[in-house]
């Protein structure tokens, strides 16, 4: 039944009249047909969203503009919603969204790299509605069975010796707790993280996130230094043979295909750290597989490697950031660090691990989890709750069952492929790179110079395709690349659809500058 429900797009061939299709651009058609489009987009045709057959029910909540004055009112001022008339949400299934408005979208964001196998899926809503009827929440000073059961299927997908399960609630937090650990089993401070890097907006991972916006004029992560990110697209060094994807970069170089020369020179600035910025003895290395809030900018191959033997050498442990590139995203892999062909000391994970549901978890060896254990009585209330282990445990099996990180490495590798298509069309797509089902598109003011496209003219794209019906991400340090990362159920037809909204997005964009 659950395959039937991720496969309905691909059996349907006529799209229903409910729900109502998104609102559309003015002149959309007759900037697609002047450009000659290579989709086969008529004169007087749109992209037409794959079918549905689903209905949304009828919104009887609050109207829009009591949302907007509440929000204003009385929720955090920080400005963190898209859009200049945000997005009132109303429902979800599989990969599509509904507006107040009954308008359908195709996300391809999953509220932030976190809605894995589809939003509402009916196996996790059964396992949900069936624990939240039994018991809800113990805390840890009692068992409950779910936890136990849970730890042991976690487990059973990770390498040894990672094999000492600690649940937490969030990313931040299991993010939080791995620096804690890193210290108690190191006996010293230092932490280094990449530029560009995200790891938390908590006060203690602020420390660790080196992105501008998300920094601090007051004292925060008090023992964090940052290293340059090796960046083959932005960075000083890079070529066409540096990355672990289908699509490499335009920057040419003469290394041979199993010869990153770019590596190199970037483990070259990483010694440079260590030498300049940090004490002789570390306490660890944080990094993400794929970084994902600075625009899912990938590694040179072989450099994670390096630079876990380099840490290692300094007495510090290397944490494996998994919270966006986890649980199959990138296809190839169930885990980013095994694309790496790394093992870490500890391993963070939160978002797709439940779905939307606030789940997390540290994964470590039983060495470093005694230290920690021998240095802090550490406590979380929620932590293993009752129905976040119902609905990881019905997540891992729908992700099995559904073979979806296999569809994340052929849906993923499709669209990546085309997207790269558009990149070598437009002069403003400077790169496009990424794994399995995350993926970054750069946009540029020519691919030349790679000076960032401005900030106003990304957003005017942005706006462009949440008209059309897609909804897609934002990232890299001057907001100037679309980050997609959409549930891992999506299909040909949706990335179809996809492909040919941001191709129309751009064109009218070119039409504007061109005005």
Wanted: contains cysteine.
């Amino acid at each position: 039944m659950t395959l039937a429900w991720r496969l309905v797009t691909r059996t349907l061939h006529l799209e229903t009249s409910s729900p109502r299709t998104p609102k559309t651009c003015p002149s959309l058609s007759l900037s697609c047909a002047l450009w000659g489009s290579v989709t086969k987009l008529g004169l007087h045709t749109k992209p037409r969203m794959p079918p549905c057959d689903f209905t949304p029910e009828r919104y009887q909540s609050l109207p829009y503009h009591r949302v907007l004055e509440i929000h204003k009112q009385h929720l955090s001022p920080v400005p963190t919603a898209y859009y200049p008339e945000p997005l009132l949400l109303h429902q979800g299934h599989g990969q599509w969204l509904f507006d107040h408005e009954g308008n359908r979208y195709l996300d391809f964001f999953s509220g932030i790299v976190t809605v894995s196998v589809g939003h509402c899926h009916p196996k996790v809503n059964a396992a949900a509605h069936q624990q939240l009827g039994r018991l809800w929440h113990t805390s840890t000073v009692f068992f409950h069975p779910l936890s136990h059961e849970y730890a042991e299927k976690l487990s059973a997908l990770l390498p040894e010796p990672l094999k000492v399960i600690f649940l937490t609630n969030s990313g931040s937090e299991a993010n939080d707790l791995a620096m804690l650990m890193a210290r108690a089993h190191s006996k010293n401070t230092d932490i280094i993280s990449f530029r560009g890097a995200y790891h938390g907006s908590s006060p203690y991972t602020l420390g660790l996130s080196n992105v501008g916006q998300f920094k601090m004029t007051l004292p925060s992560g008090s023992g964090c230094q940052s290293t340059m990110c090796p960046d083959v697209f932005r960075g000083p060094w890079g070529g066409s043979h540096c990355r672990d994807s289908p699509v490499q970069t335009i920057r040419k170089c003469s290394c041979a295909p199993d010869c990153c020369q770019a590596k190199d020179q970037y483990i070259e600035q990483f010694k440079d750290t260590l030498n300049t910025c940090v004490a002789k003895s570390i306490a660890g290395f944080f990094a993400e597989p794929v970084q994902g809030v600075n625009g899912v900018v990938q590694y040179p191959k072989g450099f994670l490697k390096a630079a876990f033997e380099l840490v290692r050498e300094r007495g510090g442990v290397c944490i494996a950031d998994e919270v966006q590139t986890g649980f199959g995203r990138l296809g190839s892999h169930f885990w980013g660090f095994q694309t790496h062909g790394v093992l870490p000391d500890i391993v963070t994970m939160a978002k797709g691990i439940g779905n939307g549901f606030p789940m997390a978890a540290v994964v470590t060896s039983p060495e470093i989890a005694k230290s920690l254990a021998d240095r802090v009585l550490h406590f979380n209330t929620f932590g293993g709750n009752p129905v976040a282990c119902a609905i990881g445990s019905a997540v891992l099996e729908v992700i099995k069952e559904e073979n979806l990180q296999e569809n994340s490495r052929e849906v993923g590798t499709y669209m990546l492929l085309k997207f790269a298509k558009l990149r070598d069309e437009f002069e403003i797509i400077g790169d496009v790179r990424g794994k399995g089902l995350m993926i970054g598109i750069e946009m540029v003011k020519d691919k030349m110079s790679r000076q960032p496209l401005p900030r106003e003219e990304v957003s005017e794209i942005h706006e462009d395709c949440k008209r059309m019906g897609l909804i897609i991400g934002r990232g890299g340090v001057f907001s100037q690349t679309f980050r997609i990362a959409p549930s891992m159920c999506i299909t040909r037809p949706d990335v179809d659809f996809a492909v040919d909204v941001f191709r129309c997005a751009v064109i009218q964009h070119m039409e504007r500058r061109a005005q």
